[in-house]
């Protein structure tokens, strides 16, 4: 069995109202419970805005602190799901009924090493 990350990303802005978030959100969880009730789910998670991130990064003796993305775009990294499934196809599945329930925002998936 393999763990696969699926990556959600969504653009830079606002999240939606609660009119069009509290439904996606309704089904976020039931389709968590049916990963759980596979056996598949190991962990999902969303995360806070991008300005709330801080980057730490070695530079010879020094570690330099910085405020915000490491990267700057006009999509980031707002959740994910890790899964253990058999292989590719399996966890391909679970990604398209992900991507189902959050409508136009891309799913990367990526196995673990």
Request: aromatic content about 4%; charged content about 20%; proline content about 14%.
């Given at each position: 069995m393999t763990q696969y990350l699926l990556s959600i990303y969504q653009p830079d802005g606002?999240?939606?109202?609660?009119?069009?978030?509290?439904?996606?959100?309704?089904?976020?969880?039931?389709?968590?419970?049916e990963m759980q009730a596979a056996g598949v789910w190991v962990f999902a998670a969303g995360l806070h805005p991008p300005e709330s991130a801080t980057v730490v990064q070695a530079r010879g003796d020094e570690v330099l602190v910085t405020d915000g993305t490491f990267t700057e775009g006009k999509e980031h990294l707002g959740?994910?799901?890790?899964?253990?499934?058999?292989d590719l196809d399996a966890a391909l599945y679970w990604a398209r009924r992900l991507a189902k329930v959050l409508r136009s925002l891309a799913v990367e998936v990526r196995p673990f090493q």
């Open positions: 606002p999240p939606p109202g609660a009119e069009v978030l509290g439904p996606i959100l309704g089904e976020l969880e039931v389709l968590n419970g959740g994910f799901t890790v899964i253990e499934v058999e």
